[in-house]
T-cell receptor, first 111, second 113 residues
Framework: RKEVEQDPGPFNVPEGATVAFNCTYSNSASQSFFWYRQDCRKEPKLLMS???SGNEDGRFTAQLNRASQYISLLIRDSKLSDSATYLCVVNLMEYGNKLVFGAGTILRVKS | NAGVTQTPKFQVLKTGQSMTLQCAQD?????MSWYRQDPGMGLRLIHY???????DQGEVPNGYNVSRSTTEDFPLRLLSAAPSQTSVYFC????????????FGSGTQLSVL
């Protein structure tokens, strides 16, 4: 079983739609959680961290469910520019950096 | 501010050849790492370094060497290229304080024939 699993998609949605991605992780000792965004043939960039209480950054909302070991990303009012691959990332270390990346979920927003 | 500079962008090798992928950062980050990205798989850690003179193996280190003689530079050496090393390689860095925020280079598309 992969340590971090994501639905590869693609998710094809119209502009203005709300779309949600889930990600599950297998290691219950995982310490922190993130979403990265990767545009086609580009490097990944940090989109947002995911906190236990849930957090929001504009149109993006991230949630963590430790009991069920999954995190989610909700995008409201999708824009064409949101088209990208979204990578779920888990840090296994509390102090330090042992990041495990999911394979990513492809989002295509169409006009 | 250049950030993380990675070269070359593209490279084609024959089986058995060796080469070095260069990575430099100008943010005074202590942590640097190399990942490979293959279709259908997440980025996998090859080697990492927490500071000059210190390196360690990641998840998939076989066939690769690294060194960290300065804070700025972290080259990745392929000792004897194999077709299984065909991949996209990313170098990344972060400061210890915000260690989950990785700054990535623009990547190297490597093909081994």
């Amino acid at each position: 079983r992969k340590e971090v699993e994501q639905d590869p998609g693609p998710f094809n949605v119209p502009e203005g739609a709300t779309v949600a991605f889930n990600c599950t992780y297998s290691n219950s000792a995982s310490q922190s959680f993130f979403w990265y965004r990767q545009d086609c043939r580009k490097e990944p960039k940090l989109l947002m961290s995911v906190y236990s209480s849930g957090n929001e950054d504009g149109r993006f909302t991230a949630q963590l469910n430790r009991a069920s070991q999954y995190i989610s990303l909700l995008i409201r009012d999708s824009k064409l520019s949101d088209s990208a691959t979204y990578l779920c990332v888990v840090n296994l270390m509390e102090y330090g950096n042992k990041l495990v990346f999911g394979a990513g979920t492809i989002l295509r927003v169409k006009s | 501010n250049a950030g993380v500079t990675q070269t070359p962008k593209f490279q084609v090798l024959k089986t058995g050849q060796s080469m070095t992928l260069q990575c430099a950062q100008d943010m005074n980050h202590e942590y640097m790492s190399w990942y490979r990205q293959d279709p259908g798989m997440g980025l996998r850690l090859i080697h990492y370094s927490v500071g000059a003179g210190i390196t360690d193996q990641g998840e998939v280190p076989n066939g690769y060497n690294v060194s960290r003689s300065t804070t700025e530079d972290f080259p990745l050496r392929l000792l004897s290229a194999a077709p299984s090393q065909t991949s996209v390689y990313f170098c990344a860095s972060s400061s210890p304080r915000y260690n989950e925020k990785l700054f990535f280079g623009s990547g190297t598309q490597l093909s081994v024939l």
